[in-house]
């Protein structure tokens, strides 16, 4: 079967300065996968460049063996928090049907099955008793899980989430893992953005470290090691800030 992503020599610029640098790696279907790196290290620039947000400089990639805009539908996207304006007036219900538009296309009348979809979801994320309440009430935590029952709506093949633990209480962290299992274990693939290196071993099956260069992908008991982290954390000058010093100075 065709990976989940399989990423070729892919470089990315924002302006002058490298992002992502000749990143070549994949990821199979049907796994728990972590971009892991420190702050700074391209893990939002990775995610987006996949959603065909921003355009790479060199290289590609293919999704589900696909181009981008062949399956963009099966795509399912939790951006970061600091990414979302929050002060956009929408409901709980109303972020929810949105993951049945992105399945079926705007301009289509949801039906009953879609409806009872969109119940169930948040019913599994905890939130049916805040259907009515607008996001912007909600804690980080239920705001993180409204964000996941948009995405079991769309009923992707492929789930892509920036830091769903980030901000978020322990029980909405245990909700949201639960969920998350459950589908990988219905044979969905899940990428998540994910820094804290404490629960790293227990959360992923696989894991991309990457410190704007690719430091080790792969299995994560094979990758996990403590040179490869050494590698992407351990540095008092990341690559990044190296390079963003050489390219100032040739600037
Ligand atoms: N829109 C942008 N324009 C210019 N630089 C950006 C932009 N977004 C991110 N960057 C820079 O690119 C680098 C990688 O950012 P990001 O992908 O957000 O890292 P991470 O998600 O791993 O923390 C950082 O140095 C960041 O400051
Ligand atoms: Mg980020």
Same mark, same amino acid.
């Given at each position: 079967?065709?990976?989940?992503?399989?990423?070729?020599? *892919?470089t #990315?610029?924002?302006?002058?300065?490298?992002?992502?640098?000749?990143?070549?790696?994949?990821?199979?279907?049907?796994? /728990?996968?972590?971009?892991?790196?420190?702050?700074?290290?391209?893990?939002?620039?990775?995610l987006?460049?996949?959603l065909?947000?921003?355009?790479?400089? #060199?290289?590609?990639?293919?999704i589900?063996?696909?181009?981008? &805009?062949q399956?963009?539908?099966?795509?399912?996207?939790?951006?970061?928090?600091?990414? #979302?304006?929050?002060?956009?007036?929408?409901?709980?219900?109303e972020?929810? @049907?949105?993951?049945?538009?992105?399945r *079926?296309?705007?301009?289509? $009348?949801?039906?009953?099955?879609?409806?009872?979809l969109?119940?169930d979801?948040?019913?599994?994320?905890?939130?049916?008793?805040?259907?009515? $309440?607008?996001?912007?009430? /909600?804690?980080?935590?239920?705001?993180?899980?409204?964000?996941?029952?948009?995405?079991?709506?769309?009923?992707?093949?492929l789930?892509? /989430?920036?830091?769903?633990?980030?901000?978020?209480?322990?029980?909405? &962290? @245990?909700?949201? *893992?639960?969920?998350?299992? &459950?589908?990988?274990?219905?044979?969905?693939?899940?990428?998540? #953005?994910?820094?804290?290196?404490?629960?790293?071993?227990?959360?992923f099956?696989?894991?991309?470290l990457?410190?704007?260069?690719?430091?080790?992908?792969?299995?994560?008991?094979?990758?996990?090691?403590?040179?490869?982290?050494?590698?992407?954390?351990?540095?008092?000058?990341?690559?990044?800030? @190296?390079?963003? $010093?050489?390219s100032?100075?040739?600037?």
């Amino acid at each position: 079967m065709d990976p989940a992503i399989e990423v070729l020599s *892919l470089t #990315v610029h924002y302006g002058t300065s490298p992002v992502l640098w000749d990143l070549s790696f994949s990821i199979p279907r049907g796994v /728990l996968a972590g971009i892991i790196g420190p702050n700074g290290a391209g893990k939002s620039t990775l995610l987006k460049t996949i959603l065909g947000l921003i355009p790479p400089a #060199v290289g590609g990639f293919r999704i589900l063996g696909k181009n981008f &805009e062949q399956v963009r539908t099966q795509i399912a996207y939790v951006p970061q928090k600091g990414a #979302v304006d929050w002060d956009f007036p929408i409901t709980v219900y109303e972020l929810a @049907e949105m993951g049945a538009y992105a399945r *079926l296309g705007l301009f289509r $009348r949801l039906t009953k099955d879609d409806r009872a979809l969109i119940i169930d979801s948040l019913n599994k994320v905890g939130l049916s008793d805040f259907q009515n $309440r607008e996001i912007r009430e /909600l804690s980080g935590g239920q705001q993180q899980r409204a964000f996941l029952a948009r995405a079991l709506v769309q009923q992707a093949e492929l789930y892509l /989430l920036d830091e769903p633990f980030s901000g978020v209480d322990h029980a909405s &962290e @245990e909700t949201i *893992l639960r969920i998350i299992k &459950e589908m990988v274990g219905a044979g969905k693939s899940v990428i998540i #953005v994910h820094h804290d290196l404490e629960t790293v071993k227990r959360y992923f099956d696989w894991v991309v470290l990457l410190n704007t260069r690719l430091i080790g992908a792969g299995a994560a008991s094979k990758v996990l090691t403590s040179s490869n982290l050494q590698k992407a954390y351990g540095q008092q000058f990341t690559i990044l800030a @190296e390079a963003l $010093r050489l390219s100032q100075e040739t600037a």
